[in-house]
T-cell receptor, first 115, second 111 residues
């Protein structure tokens, strides 16, 4: 079990460019979550998947944000036309849903800097 | 919207001392989680509290949950420098599928 992995770990982009981040969850976990964390704050929920179904996306920050999990394994988070306010740490987490609670295991995060 | 508040936000304490971090939340939940985050790193799960009166201990840290008061505490006993980190509590709102995090408590243990 290698834990949740994310790629890249750091991304610097210019305003207006599109970026895509990848998350690989723990292998037996069927739920996958995306969070955003800005400096000095706790993580803020964005969206989550159960298997390949995206069951909650109303908290995606704008229509520039989208996420996919096409085969129920890895997931991607895309931000189009990045803005400086998008600079943050993007965290992915996974959990195993038949449990009646949702202890989430977090990846190392992707730190995005928009210049 | 569920709100989770922690206090204090910043805590500087000497090695060997005891202290408690408080986590209040605004709506009914039976599940509360504590995480630790080191600077520039991701979150490490510390405790999962699943019922009223739950108490869990690991080393110098002990967490408890009072669902009636909507309060959880994280007690630090005889602090050591290695405990320096930011501690977050998070609540799993019943029926929702995501965690709501507090703003964190940044703990610095001074030798």
């Amino acid at each position: 079990d290698t834990g949740v992995s994310q790629d890249p770990r750091h991304k610097i982009t210019k305003r207006g460019q599109n970026v895509t981040f990848r998350c690989d969850p723990i292998s037996e976990h069927n739920r996958l979550y995306w969070y955003r964390q800005t400096l000095g704050q706790g993580p803020e929920f964005l969206t989550y998947f159960q298997n390949e179904a995206q069951l909650e996306k109303s908290r995606l920050l704008s229509d520039r944000f989208s996420a996919e999990r096409p085969k129920g394994s890895f997931s991607t988070l895309e931000i189009q036309r990045t803005e400086q306010g998008d600079s943050a740490m993007y965290l992915c987490a996974s959990s195993y849903s038949p449990r009646d609670f949702y202890e989430q295991y977090f990846g190392p995060g992707t730190r995005l800097t928009v210049t | 919207e569920l709100k989770v508040e922690q206090n204090p936000l910043f805590l500087s304490m000497q090695e060997g001392k005891n202290y408690t971090i408080y986590c209040n939340y605004s709506t009914t939940s039976d599940r509360l989680y504590w995480y630790r985050q080191d600077p520039g790193k991701s979150l490490e799960s510390l405790f999962v509290l699943l019922s009223n009166g739950a108490v869990k201990q690991e080393g110098r840290l002990m967490a408890s949950l009072d669902t009636k008061a909507r309060l959880s505490t994280l007690h630090i006993t005889a602090a050591v420098h290695d405990l320096s980190a930011t501690y977050f509590c998070a609540v799993d709102k019943t029926g929702a599928n995501n965690l709501f995090f507090g703003t964190g408590t940044r703990l610095t243990v001074i030798p």
